[in-house]
């Protein structure tokens, strides 16, 4: 009992931080990277990256809306994949704002919705293609290095529903990120010193 008790206290305390980051008019500048993977195998060299940069605005405490675009690549001996896409994003961050705790995280739901899409093409075969509508949505844990930077991990449910070759694409993913937390006045500020 003393255990379990000791152990939810610990993930609370761990899980919850001060969250100035997260308020109405902050921004977020960042992205992540997925489905990294580069493999030498002889005969069949391999590379895959999928690259999500995203700027996102707080409109109100914890929730963040803003665009995300996805330039991916995947390509083997005989196949090659090219994924893209653009569209709305929004973030919502979870637990209690203003708790410290020693390792500042915060975790967080993240979904998007917008035009999406894949071609691959292997050899000795047509090209295979989905475009259309597609959705994303998964859980995620930003630790924050100090008030304006963060890293993060996201798992992600990925679909994409439409018309081509192949009318549905879906995956799962993980990634890994970094972020950018920086206050309305503060971009305000640089964009004076820029001019």
């Known amino acids: 009992m003393r255990k379990s ?5 610990t993930f609370f305390c761990v899980t919850l931080t ?30 895959a990256f ?9 409109i109100k405490d914890d ?8 330039l991916g690549l995947n390509t083997s001996t005989g196949y090659t994949a090219v994924s893209y896409g653009v569209g ?6 979870l637990g209690t704002p203003g708790v410290e705790s020693v390792k500042k995280t915060r975790w967080f739901l993240d ?6 899409g894949q071609n691959t093409k292997v050899s000795g075969t047509s090209s295979v293609s989905t475009n259309g ?6 859980p995620g844990l930003a630790y924050f290095l ?3 930077i963060a890293l993060e991990g996201l798992v992600k449910y990925n679909l994409t529903v439409g018309f081509g070759s192949s009318v549905t694409t879906n995956s799962l993913n993980a990634a890994v990120g970094f972020q950018i937390y920086l206050p309305k006045a503060k971009l305000n500020s640089m964009k004076k010193d820029v001019q």
Do not use: C, H
């Open 18 to 47: 001060a969250s100035s980051q997260t308020k109405k008019d902050w921004y977020m500048i960042g992205g992540n990277i997925a489905d990294i993977n580069l493999d030498f195998q002889k005969n069949n060299t391999a590379f």
């Open 5 to 9: 008790l000791f152990g939810l206290i």
């Open 146 to 148: 100090n008030q304006n």
């Open 50 to 58: 999928n690259l999500y940069p995203r700027v996102a605005w707080f």
């Open 63 to 70: 929730l963040a809306v803003g665009v995300e675009v996805l």
């Open 133 to 138: 509508l597609g959705f994303g949505f998964g």
């Open 88 to 93: 709305p994003v929004a973030r919502y961050f």
């Open 111 to 116: 979904g998007n919705v917008g035009i999406y």
